[in-house]
């Protein structure tokens, strides 16, 4: 099924499609450009807010999302379809009684601070709250109150706020008059400030946020969390999210490029317009290039009163730059409106060209090319930085997975932060964009369920024409474990699955649109038919029997392994059984990679089950990085429920939590990633790497060799490699040469006795030495090592370095079971933001400037200071160790170049 080709209607357009003649040439300067006038105008809103938790009376259940539906719905009715009856708002102004939303109200004693904001991670840790979702109290009603003054010269101007994401129930007042909300906390939304602004004057904008509790099954996070804008445009406008960029021809030779813009015109009367596309190459720092690649001539184009209308255009680009993981290269087109030979308008929007399709023989294809999906799945949250986005914490985490082969992220079960999707665009990842973890069915007493019959169509078509733009995305997930596909509900839940496909399809044609299925049968009962390609989840045993019935429908694992552990973390004795017990102790799991979830497997079992699936397009492993919340196996009684969509397994697990009774567990972060909560890889990267880079040079053995306990007892040794054979060393004597046999992904020497010294592998390929590996008996802990990720950084206020801390004997080696507390000091225009060391069972805060090392290794996050270049230098000390010091420059942003976009 290909599914390069372009089809799109919008609600109530009037659709205008004009032929335009593309012309290689310089961009026509418009007369505003000559004035320095700005027809668009898009001001981050993030700074100078006011916050306070809670309600300044109790006014549930006054706000409660029943009694405010008829309010907030209308909210969604830009993005209803064709045949959608638009809700009407009601009279009167809601809230208009509440002390917060008066715009004199004194907010003087609430708190500071600047957006991106997340109250749950701030916490502190409480035992009593539910592991589920990380035991921080996330849940609960948040204020935020913003004052600023618009000139007089911006009247007869169209004023948007853009909120990217607050979770949740968004309600939002301007100078005390209610303008609308949004209950989803992952959508980003935007509301018409224009009737309720003051040009000349002061303004006060008041959000409500309410985060009820049992809402999420893993750490949602709190507040204003991802970042806000105030867009400024003149009456006749390209509509928000109006500008779809598709590439419906591409070859190496030449491209077509369709360009798709909807411009609304609310005045009283008729305007005729000219439309021009100009496009522009990006280097890898994301600068433009001098003069367009291909210009449109500007045409004509009218648009009658109080409506939107549709004008697309197809321009040819010679010789494209395609987009690809290894080339990711980009483009920028600008979008201008003229009136009377005067821009009025004008959109920027980056894009890349390629051509995508899946197929039950190849697999996913790109530019041609068949490509093998090597995703993992990803939470929302940054770890220790909670859920408030920032662009340096995710294009670490990008990074990090990319040296391991990682080039697809599934954006586990929500849709993701823009920030996400421009990272992924400029370094080269593949996207699966999933918006809904249910319909109609919850797995939470307060989850999306309660809101999907209102808002799933807005929601839906919010995510797509947003992210619709990136070249990273290429699949639209519309559901993820839904109990619809489940026992009696199966043979009738497709047609929910259906509706959602129709909806997506409305938006785009030019991508994949899929979902995950954690049940065997719906791959066969309806569910796979209204699908472009089937996603199963953990159900490797149905790969062949669905491949045999369905030779024609395309096959991936959409949620792959669940395999768990702790970085690390080795017990024994050693045991193949995923479950046994032995693996788990002291609230960790081992890292021999060989324990899993009950309903999961080992990777090797995937890739075994791959392997002899024909056309299995690739695979999205749970998870990549370690995330907040959903600690299994140490879940509380509460959330073990939590693991099972299938009602008997939860039936089941309930009887056994009657007979366990309750047992509190410290765990607040999980165990299933390959890499932990601060970054730090588990020996299973090595595995994947081994996989995924089959052309790196690559050995590395696990266990660590320090065990003076353990003389003379069996600690088995495993080695992950890319090459085909190895020989392990024991102080200098070899204990023998092993070759990989079909189906086997790591080497065991499984009989070795421990004594302290040095353990070396030597990895060899097609008979040659190919990579070697070695582990030392560490002495005692005597110093502390830092190491930047980087040698400088922005001062833009924004901006991170990471350091990772490790504590090491006199001769440089790794302690590998050190937990020492190491204390924390900056000098320099800078600030520690948060702490870690990748334990999921530690409650010491976030935010404090000290944190014990979690066998060996700890990371400090510090952030820099706004307009203040300087040296930012970070000491160290912990009792009985020498203490360190690392210094980066933190220089001003014009100096600064952002990494491009290949390795």
Same mark, same amino acid.
């Given at each position: 099924?290909?599914?390069?080709?372009?089809?799109?209607?919008?609600?109530?357009?009037?659709?205008?499609?004009?032929?335009?003649?593309?012309?290689?040439?310089?961009?026509?300067?418009?007369?505003?450009?000559?004035?320095?006038?700005?027809?668009?105008?898009?001001?981050?809103?993030?700074?100078?807010?006011?916050?306070?938790?809670?309600?300044?009376?109790?006014?549930?259940?006054?706000?409660?999302?029943?009694?405010?539906?008829?309010?907030?719905?209308?909210?969604?009715?830009?993005?209803?379809?064709?045949?959608?009856?638009?809700?009407?708002?009601?009279?009167?102004?809601?809230?208009?009684?509440?002390?917060?939303?008066?715009?004199?109200?004194?907010?003087?004693?609430?708190?500071?601070?600047?957006?991106?904001?997340?109250?749950?991670?701030?916490?502190?840790?409480?035992?009593?709250?539910?592991?589920?979702?990380?035991?921080?109290?996330?849940?609960?009603?948040?204020?935020?109150?913003?004052?600023?003054?618009?000139?007089?010269?911006?009247?007869?101007?169209?004023?948007?706020?853009?909120?990217?994401?607050?979770?949740?129930?968004?309600?939002?007042?301007?100078?005390?008059?209610?303008?609308?909300?949004?209950?989803?906390?992952?959508?980003?939304?935007?509301?018409?400030?224009?009737?309720?602004?003051?040009?000349?004057?002061?303004?006060?904008?008041?959000?409500?946020?309410?985060?009820?509790?049992?809402?999420?099954?893993?750490?949602?996070?709190?507040?204003?969390?991802?970042?806000?804008?105030?867009?400024?445009?003149?009456?006749?406008?390209?509509?928000?999210?109006?500008?779809?960029?598709?590439?419906?021809?591409?070859?190496?030779?030449?491209?077509?490029?369709?360009?798709?813009?909807?411009?609304?015109?609310?005045?009283?009367?008729?305007?005729?317009?000219?439309?021009?596309?100009?496009?522009?190459?990006?280097?890898?720092?994301?600068?433009?290039?001098?003069?367009?690649?291909?210009?449109?001539?500007?045409?004509?184009?009218?648009?009658?009163?109080?409506?939107?209308?549709?004008?697309?255009?197809?321009?040819?680009?010679?010789?494209?730059?395609?987009?690809?993981?290894?080339?990711?290269?980009?483009?920028?087109?600008?979008?201008?409106?003229?009136?009377?030979?005067?821009?009025?308008?004008?959109?920027?929007?980056?894009?890349?060209?390629?051509?995508?399709?899946?197929?039950?023989?190849?697999?996913?294809?790109?530019?041609?090319?068949?490509?093998?999906?090597?995703?993992?799945?990803?939470?929302? @949250?940054? #770890?220790? %930085? +909670?859920?408030? /986005?920032? &662009?340096?914490?995710?294009?670490?985490?990008? $990074?990090?997975? *990319?040296?391991?082969?990682?080039?697809?992220?599934?954006?586990?079960?929500?849709?993701?932060?823009?920030?996400?999707?421009?990272?992924?665009?400029?370094?080269?990842?593949?996207?699966?964009?999933?918006?809904?973890?249910?319909?109609?069915?919850?797995?939470?007493?307060?989850?999306?369920?309660?809101?999907?019959?209102?808002?799933?169509?807005?929601?839906?078509?919010?995510?797509?024409?947003?992210?619709?733009?990136?070249?990273?995305?290429?699949?639209?997930?519309?559901?993820?474990?839904?109990?619809?596909?489940?026992? @009696?509900? #199966?043979? %009738? +839940?497709?047609? /929910?699955? &259906?509706?959602?496909?129709?909806?997506?399809? $409305?938006?785009? *044609?030019?991508?994949?649109?899929?979902?995950?299925?954690?049940?065997?049968?719906?791959?066969?009962?309806?569910?796979?038919?209204?699908?472009?390609?089937?996603?199963?989840?953990?159900?490797?045993?149905?790969?062949?029997?669905?491949?045999?019935?369905?030779?024609?429908?395309?096959?991936?694992?959409?949620?792959?392994?669940?395999?768990?552990?702790?970085?690390?973390?080795?017990?024994?004795?050693?045991?193949?059984?995923?479950?046994?017990?032995?693996?788990?102790?002291?609230?960790?799991?081992?890292?021999?990679?060989?324990?899993?979830?009950?309903?999961?497997?080992?990777?090797?079992?995937?890739?075994?089950?791959?392997?002899?699936?024909?056309?299995?397009?690739?695979?999205?492993?749970?998870?990549?990085?370690?995330?907040?919340?959903?600690?299994?196996?140490?879940?509380?009684?509460?959330?073990?429920?939590?693991?099972?969509?299938?009602?008997?397994?939860?039936?089941?697990?309930?009887?056994?939590?009657?007979?366990?009774?309750?047992?509190?567990?410290?765990?607040?972060?999980?165990?299933?990633?390959?890499?932990?909560?601060?970054?730090?890889?588990?020996?299973?990267?090595?595995?994947?790497?081994?996989?995924?880079?089959?052309?790196?040079?690559?050995?590395?053995?696990?266990?660590?060799?320090?065990?003076?306990?353990?003389?003379?007892?069996?600690?088995?040794?495993?080695?992950?490699?890319?090459?085909?054979?190895?020989?392990?060393?024991?102080?200098?004597?070899?204990?023998?040469?092993?070759?990989?046999?079909?189906?086997?992904?790591?080497?065991?020497?499984?009989?070795?006795?421990?004594?302290?010294?040095?353990?070396?592998?030597?990895?060899?390929?097609?008979?040659?030495?190919?990579?070697?590996?070695?582990?030392?008996?560490?002495?005692?802990?005597?110093?502390?090592?830092?190491?930047?990720?980087?040698?400088?950084?922005?001062?833009?206020?924004?901006?991170?370095?990471?350091?990772?801390?490790?504590?090491?004997?006199?001769?440089?080696?790794?302690?590998?079971?050190?937990?020492?507390?190491?204390?924390?000091?900056?000098?320099?225009?800078?600030?520690?933001?948060?702490?870690?060391?990748?334990?999921?069972?530690?409650?010491?805060?976030?935010?404090?400037?000290?944190?014990?090392?979690?066998?060996?290794?700890?990371?400090?996050?510090?952030?820099?200071?706004?307009?203040?270049?300087?040296?930012?230098?970070?000491?160290?000390?912990?009792?009985?160790?020498?203490?360190?010091?690392?210094?980066?420059?933190?220089?001003?942003?014009?100096?600064?170049?952002?990494?491009?976009?290949?390795?």
């Amino acid at each position: 099924m290909i599914l390069n080709h372009f089809s799109y209607r919008f609600r109530v357009a009037l659709l205008w499609i004009v032929a335009a003649a593309a012309l290689l040439g310089t961009a026509i300067v418009s007369s505003a450009d000559e004035k320095g006038d700005k027809p668009r105008e898009r001001i981050s809103f993030n700074s100078g807010w006011r916050f306070a938790g809670g309600d300044p009376t109790r006014l549930a259940p006054h706000l409660d999302y029943d009694a405010i539906r008829s309010w907030l719905l209308p909210t969604a009715a830009p993005l209803l379809g064709p045949g959608t009856e638009s809700p009407m708002r009601p009279k009167g102004n809601l809230g208009s009684d509440i002390a917060y939303v008066d715009p004199d109200y004194d907010d003087s004693k609430w708190r500071a601070l600047d957006l991106p904001h997340d109250w749950g991670i701030e916490g502190p840790f409480r035992q009593e709250l539910p592991g589920s979702t990380a035991k921080l109290p996330w849940a609960g009603i948040g204020w935020y109150r913003k004052t600023f003054d618009i000139p007089a010269s911006d009247a007869g101007r169209r004023f948007m706020l853009e909120v990217d994401g607050a979770m949740a129930y968004s309600m939002v007042w301007l100078n005390g008059q209610f303008v609308g909300g949004w209950p989803n906390g992952y959508t980003s939304f935007q509301l018409d400030l224009t009737p309720y602004i003051r040009p000349g004057g002061r303004n006060v904008l008041a959000i409500r946020l309410d985060n009820p509790p049992e809402s999420s099954r893993w750490y949602p996070g709190s507040g204003i969390y991802r970042n806000v804008w105030l867009t400024k445009t003149g009456p006749v406008h390209i509509s928000p999210w109006g500008v779809y960029v598709t590439t419906p021809k591409v070859s190496q030779d030449s491209a077509i490029v369709s360009i798709q813009v909807l411009a609304d015109n609310p005045t009283p009367a008729s305007v005729n317009l000219e439309l021009r596309n100009e496009i522009y190459t990006l280097d890898g720092t994301g600068k433009r290039s001098s003069e367009p690649v291909v210009a449109t001539k500007p045409y004509d184009f009218r648009i009658p009163s109080s409506r939107d209308t549709l004008a697309t255009s197809e321009v040819p680009v010679p010789k494209p730059r395609l987009w690809s993981p290894k080339e990711p290269n980009l483009y920028l087109a600008v979008t201008s409106l003229i009136q009377d030979g005067k821009v009025i308008d004008r959109v920027e929007t980056t894009f890349g060209i390629r051509s995508i399709e899946i197929d039950a023989a190849r697999g996913f294809v790109l530019n041609g090319e068949a490509l093998r999906i090597q995703g993992v799945c990803m939470h929302h @949250d940054l #770890g220790a %930085l +909670g859920s408030a /986005i920032n &662009s340096r914490a995710i294009e670490r985490q990008l $990074e990090i997975l *990319r040296s391991m082969g990682c080039n697809a992220i599934r954006t586990s079960h929500n849709p993701p932060a823009p920030e996400l999707l421009d990272a992924c665009d400029r370094l080269g990842f593949l996207v699966m964009d999933e918006v809904f973890d249910c319909w109609e069915k919850g797995k939470n007493r307060n989850d999306y369920h309660r809101l999907f019959r209102d808002w799933h169509e807005a929601d839906l078509r919010a995510a797509i024409r947003r992210d619709r733009n990136h070249p990273s995305v290429v699949m639209w997930s519309i559901g993820n474990e839904v109990i619809e596909q489940w026992r @009696d509900d #199966g043979p %009738l +839940g497709w047609k /929910i699955g &259906s509706h959602l496909a129709g909806i997506a399809r $409305e938006e785009d *044609r030019t991508r994949i649109i899929t979902g995950a299925f954690n049940e065997g049968e719906s791959g066969f009962n309806g569910h796979q038919n209204v699908m472009d390609a089937m996603g199963y989840n953990y159900r490797v045993e149905r790969y062949l029997p669905f491949r045999d019935a369905f030779p024609s429908i395309p096959l991936y694992g959409s949620e792959t392994a669940s395999t768990i552990s702790s970085r690390g973390e080795y017990f024994f004795p050693l045991s193949d059984n995923k479950i046994d017990p032995v693996m788990r102790t002291n609230f960790q799991v081992s890292s021999y990679d060989l324990a899993a979830a009950p309903w999961a497997t080992t990777p090797e079992e995937e890739w075994r089950a791959a392997d002899a699936t024909p056309g299995y397009a690739g695979e999205f492993v749970w998870t990549g990085f370690d995330y907040l919340g959903e600690p299994t196996p140490y879940n509380d009684d509460a959330t073990n429920l939590l693991n099972f969509s299938n009602p008997a397994d939860a039936d089941r697990m309930a009887r056994q939590l009657a007979e366990l009774g309750k047992i509190n567990v410290p765990s607040r972060s999980s165990y299933f990633g390959i890499i932990d909560l601060a970054g730090f890889p588990k020996d299973r990267f090595y595995l994947y790497q081994s996989r995924w880079r089959p052309d790196l040079p690559m050995a590395h053995i696990l266990p660590h060799w320090t065990w003076p306990e353990r003389v003379g007892q069996i600690t088995p040794v495993h080695v992950y490699t890319s090459g085909d054979e190895a020989e392990l060393f024991l102080n200098g004597r070899s204990l023998g040469r092993k070759k990989k046999e079909a189906g086997q992904f790591r080497l065991r020497w499984d009989d070795v006795k421990y004594e302290p010294g040095e353990l070396k592998v030597v990895a060899y390929r097609d008979g040659k030495e190919w990579a070697e590996d070695s582990q030392k008996t560490a002495g005692p802990a005597a110093t502390i090592s830092l190491e930047p990720d980087r040698s400088s950084v922005r001062a833009d206020g924004k901006d991170l370095a990471y350091f990772s801390v490790a504590i090491r004997d006199a001769a440089g080696t790794l302690v590998p079971r050190a937990k020492d507390l190491v204390r924390f000091t900056l000098d320099g225009p800078g600030t520690i933001v948060a702490t870690d060391n990748g334990d999921a069972t530690s409650f010491e805060s976030f935010q404090a400037p000290k944190r014990h090392a979690f066998n060996g290794r700890a990371l400090v996050i510090v952030r820099t200071k706004a307009g203040q270049p300087g040296k930012l230098t970070l000491h160290a000390e912990a009792d009985g160790l020498a203490p360190a010091s690392s210094s980066i420059d933190s220089v001003a942003v014009s100096q600064v170049s952002r990494k491009g976009g290949k390795e």
